[in-house]
């Protein structure tokens, strides 16, 4: 099995799974009332971030990544949800930007969206014109042998 160690941002195919864009540990807040760090496994794919318990946060429902600050030896940042929930995360800063990996693949994957969605409206724009098409060729050619 191939593994991505958390400071290489490779991408590997792992068995079983669609591909890996980074694979280590983070920090992240709790949501109870003392606001705990706690350290999880995660794994970026090209669908979203996959936490150690089975908790996905997909790219379809993220809004953005910020970064909110650098602060002894730790960067910040903040997932930003559809729903307007804010998940809070930290990591070294000497070690893989998670932030900037996380912000560059929710990137990625919007982009790869708009492409197919241009795509799906130029063929369905296409498939409405080609009767047209096929008619005024057939009249154009009714016209010229005619004569």
Known sequence: MLCVR???SEQVIKPGGGLTHLDGRLEKRSSGLLQLWKKKRCV?????????SSKELR???????DCVEYKRGLVYFTV??????????RCPQ??????????????????????????NRHLSSAET???QITTMVR?????????
């Open 6 to 8: 958390q400071n290489v």
């Open 59 to 65: 790219f379809e429902r993220m809004v953005t990544v």
């Open 44 to 52: 970026l794919t090209e669908d979203g971030l996959r936490l150690q």
């Open 129 to 131: 014109l080609e009767p």
């Open 80 to 89: 930003v949800m559809a729903t307007g929930k804010e998940i809070d995360f």
């Open 94 to 119: 000497d070690g893989t930007a998670w932030n900037a990996e996380i912000a560059l693949a929710l990137v990625r994957y919007k982009n790869l969206q708009a492409i197919q969605t241009g795509r």
């Open 139 to 147: 009249v154009i050619y009714k016209l010229h042998f005619s004569i």
